[in-house]
């Protein structure tokens, strides 16, 4: 099983920081992209981020192509994709919107549902649902490229809102990016255990 993680975003997207500008969201998801795949790595997972460049925003054709290569090299059902991310409920100015989100395409295949159910279930566990309603599958659907456009399970993480306060407060601290890295680990982890 290969796990492709995308830290979508690059410093040349437009927007996508707070609106105080202490927090970018091309850094932070790669501030959790880079030690999800060590710490998948050191217990004997397969995983790699799909992006790698740092100085330009890589497309999304190019990253979709990039995981649908290896979806034809190994199988739809030996890799899943993962795409991490922050949230913002405007474009400027702060919000009261909080907590974790995981989304789906529209039309997902059961294995891309149960992956994003057990992501939730890990960040619902380390108290991160936030304030707004959430589904009752767990799971937002939108046609977001990654997810729409992939040919294996893949969902999108939208990890808290940078233009909430609080929420901003958790993203930027040790602890906050720890928990987010290891909702995903075990998120992961958890699913793919159920596949044996
Ligand atoms: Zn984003």
């Known amino acids: 099983?290969?796990?492709l993680i995308d830290n979508g975003h690059g410093k040349t997207t437009p927007g996508k920081?707070?609106?105080?500008?202490s927090f970018f969201e091309w850094q932070f998801n790669r501030e959790i992209a880079i030690p999800l795949v060590e710490e998948l790595k050191r217990?004997?997972?397969?995983?790699?981020?799909?992006v790698t460049e740092d100085d330009y925003?890589?497309?999304?054709?190019?990253?979709?192509?990039?995981?649908?290569?290896w979806v034809a090299k190994l199988g739809r059902k030996?890799?899943?994709?993962?795409?991490?991310?922050?949230?913002?409920?405007?474009n400027g100015g702060w919000r009261t919107a909080r907590g974790f989100s995981v989304f789906v395409a529209k039309v997902a295949s059961d294995a891309s549902h149960r992956l994003a159910q057990s992501l939730y279930a890990?960040?619902?566990?380390?108290g991160l649902r936030g304030n707004r309603s959430v589904p009752k599958s767990h799971y937002w659907e939108a046609n977001f490229a990654m997810v729409k456009n992939t040919k294996c399970p893949?969902?999108?993480?939208?990890?808290?809102?940078?233009?909430?306060?609080?929420?901003?407060?958790?993203?930027?601290?040790?602890?906050?990016?720890?928990?987010?890295?290891?909702?995903h680990v075990e998120g992961i982890i958890n699913y793919l255990n159920t596949l044996q």
Not at 43 to 50: Q, S, V, W
Not at 80 to 85: D, F, P
Not at 122 to 126: C, L, P, Q, W
């Open 78 to 90: 030996n890799v899943i994709l993962v795409s991490v991310h922050a949230n913002a409920a405007g």
């Open 43 to 50: 217990r004997g997972y397969d995983a790699e981020r799909i």
């Open 17 to 21: 920081c707070s609106p105080d500008r």
């Open 57 to 69: 925003d890589v497309t999304l054709t190019e990253r979709c192509r990039r995981v649908n290569s």
């Open 122 to 126: 890990a960040a619902d566990k380390r």
């Open 154 to 183: 893949a969902v999108l993480t939208e990890n808290l809102f940078y233009d909430n306060m609080k929420d901003l407060a958790i993203l930027k601290s040790e602890e906050g990016k720890r928990k987010i890295v290891d909702l």
């Open 1 to 3: 099983m290969k796990i």
